[in-house]
């Protein structure tokens, strides 16, 4: 009788499918009709849609005509559905580099990554210490890692530039994510009041906060902007602290 696949190793033979890893071959029972692609393309439209609170094995099995039990032979437990939603869509993006400098690579790079966490505002709400370390998530931190070393940075200061980025990134989308909404449920604009409001009866704030006053706003046409906006100026005081023009290696 064949051994049940061990389950840990079942699941990063999945994440790793598709760069020349077997998946774990499967157990007796019912022939599987789905790809587990189709299988997480259902389960990111329903975190899309419906946001982590929503995402339940019964809700991704009712899109696929699976039973909540129908689903494990495919992804596992919950958890591990997560870490494949999590690594499927985060595929990296195709663009060219090099920029000008440091800062226009690692600018691309992180509105890149803020753009994909705009486009599923989950990612941003998983635990960064749990990745699952797949291999889309190691694209990205491969292809920043080579920005840094073309452009001669500091190995020493390395590290401390990806955790950073990535700190900042996903502290931007998760506000940009809770400004769309604000403006979506009438919070914002009831913010907006309440601002107006204390102006007019704090006739002095100016004067009692000056240094938050005159605070420059990386988006002054609209704050809904600002967290994007915040990216690339949070890029630049990094560049600034390397104290490095990322000239390119020879």
Not at 27 to 48: H, N, Q, S, W
Not at 217 to 229: K, V
């Amino acid at each position: 009788m064949s051994q049940a696949p061990d389950p840990i190793e079942a699941h990063v033979r999945r994440l790793w499918r598709h760069r020349g890893v077997e998946p774990a071959a499967p157990r007796r029972g019912p022939r599987r009709r789905l790809a587990l692609d189709d299988v997480l393309d259902a389960a990111v439209a329903v975190a899309d849609a419906d946001g982590l609170a929503g995402l339940s094995t019964r809700a991704v099995a009712g899109r696929l005509g699976l039973t909540a039990m129908g689903l494990y032979p495919y992804v596992g437990t919950k958890e591990q559905l997560l870490a494949l939603m999590e690594d499927h869509a985060s595929a990296l993006p195709s663009w060219d580099d090099p920029g000008p400098g440091l800062v226009d690579d690692l600018a691309a790079w992180a509105e890149r990554l803020f753009d994909l966490y705009r486009h599923h505002p989950w990612l941003a709400e998983l635990a960064w210490s749990e990745a699952p370390g797949g291999p889309h998530q190691q694209d990205w931190l491969e292809r920043l890692l080579g920005i840094l070393e073309r452009r001669r940075t500091p190995p020493a200061a390395r590290a401390a530039v990806v955790t950073a980025l990535y700190a900042v990134v996903r502290a931007t989308a998760q506000t940009d994510a809770a400004y769309g909404r604000a403006a979506a449920s009438g919070v914002a604009a009831a913010w907006l009041e309440r601002a107006r409001a204390t102006r007019r009866v704090v006739g002095d704030l100016a004067d009692r906060y000056p240094r938050s006053h005159a605070l420059g706003q990386h988006a002054p046409h609209d704050w809904r902007d600002a967290p994007r906006a915040s990216v690339r100026h949070v890029v630049e005081v990094l560049c600034h602290g390397l104290g490095t023009a990322g000239a390119p290696r020879a």
